[in-house]
């Protein structure tokens, strides 16, 4: 359809209008903002949102200031540690920054069942997720997309066509944050682990995927050994740690960060 031909043409031409203003504020604090109206122009979502990662594996606040919702789980709680869990963390680290992430083709098969799901996700009312990998000076981003709350997830064309911004959105953003972000204050603090003396370093790697939502199944596949293999790791991890449960192994870790 031609630009300016009914509601989708209509639509078109306020994404490229948005995107002028996003241009002209490249360098700006009113650059954020008017990135995700120009975004929410071509395909409507409740935040955006982002946050960097450093080679070292810590995280730090890209762009927050304007959170939906409940700032001390989304952000605060998320920085203190919540974030290795996070699928988006992983893939930053591990897949090359073309396309778009989308949370539920990159979450494990047990993710919804994670504590830090529902602390996350449920909790905060967070529906879905995409996000565009950054690439900075000397850390990698992801600026976030969310549904929020009575609103459906994002459609395949959804998603396709934010594929196809992709590009874009990631040349704006770039160009905006590589001379702007700078790590804050505390960063030479170490980074967020799942670290026990108490546990050997398979049985690490095992509650450590346990928290990250994957299931027996898709645990020995990852770490190349038998389901049984796991169970038995996993049993005596927690006894080990006299817990019971994943929401204990979460409270164990994460909660207390």
């Known amino acids: 359809m031609a630009a300016g ?3 989708a043409g209509a639509s078109i031409d306020l994404w490229h209008a948005g995107l002028a203003e996003a241009v002209s504020l490249i360098g700006e604090d009113g650059f954020p903002a008017a990135l995700e109206r120009a975004l929410r122009h071509f395909v409507p979502f409740q935040m955006m949102n982002g946050f960097a990662y450093a080679p070292g594996g810590k995280a730090f606040d890209l762009d927050n200031a304007r959170i939906v ?3 001390t789980t989304i952000v605060d709680h998320y920085l203190a540690g919540a974030y290795i869990l996070d699928p988006f963390y992983d893939a930053v680290r591990t897949l090359p920054p073309e396309g778009l992430l989308v949370m539920r083709r990159l979450a494990p098969d ?3 069942e994670t504590e830090y799901y529902r602390r996350h996700y449920q909790a905060t009312g967070i529906l879905d997720e995409v996000g565009f990998i950054l690439k900075l000076r000397d850390v990698d981003a992801v600026l976030s997309l969310s549904r929020i709350g009575a609103v459906p997830a994002f459609s395949r064309r ?3 066509r934010l594929e196809s911004a992709a590009p874009v959105v990631r040349a704006l953003a770039e160009r905006h944050w590589h001379a702007r972000f700078t790590p804050s204050s505390g960063s030479e603090a ?5 670290s026990h003396p108490l546990l050997s370093k398979r049985e690490l790697e095992i509650v450590t995927l346990i928290l990250k939502g994957h299931s027996t199944y898709s645990i020995a596949a990852t770490l190349g050994v038998s389901p049984n293999t796991v169970k038995v790791h996993r049993r005596q991890a927690y006894a080990k740690l006299t817990i019971s449960s994943q929401a204990e192994l979460f409270h164990l870790f994460l909660s207390r960060r």
């Open 5 to 7: 031909s009914g509601a």
């Open 69 to 71: 919702g409940d700032r």
């Open 110 to 112: 047990r993710f919804a």
């Open 158 to 160: 959804d998603i396709a």
């Open 190 to 194: 170490a980074a967020a682990t799942i």
